[in-house]
């Protein structure tokens, strides 16, 4: 009976640290402004994928002031637009929830905004240890994380 209850506990362990988010050894950390943008691989997106980002860029246009066209470009350039934008979604969702519990200010966006880029890739513990909080308290940056329920998504970049 011992034999067969330290068999489970194992076999649990074993599925735990199994399905924990670390990362591979593949996976690096990169600097965004060292991530050059690739090369366009849709000719256009889809009108739903076009009035996906349109939303998402509503949600987020007080943090990313890129234009709607920008937007669009740099998902052209993804070689799976519809995981990227389901990510997306996944932020401004986060974030608007975020928002609209209590007010908050440009510099807490601004912070909100990076913290849900980072943990779009990583979990809620390295995203908490490798973003550098500027305006919002550890609590904040607690609550924000529990509004993202998206697995990690690392984004993927080729070399050239």
Known sequence: MFARLHFQILAVLFFALA???RPSPSTQRTKTQDIEAGPLRHDSLTPQQVDRLRAIQAVLAE??????EKWIDDFRRDVNPDREISIYE???????TFCASRPRTKAQ???????LIERSGTTDYNALRN????????SEAYELLGYYTKSAEPIQVFEK
């Open 131 to 138: 973003y550098k909080l500027k305006a919002l308290t550890p």
């Open 109 to 115: 966006k601004q912070d909100a905004y990076g913290l």
């Open 90 to 96: 996944a932020i401004a969702q986060a974030y608007q």
């Open 19 to 21: 399905s924990c988010d």
């Open 63 to 68: 943090v990313d002031t890129n234009p709607l």
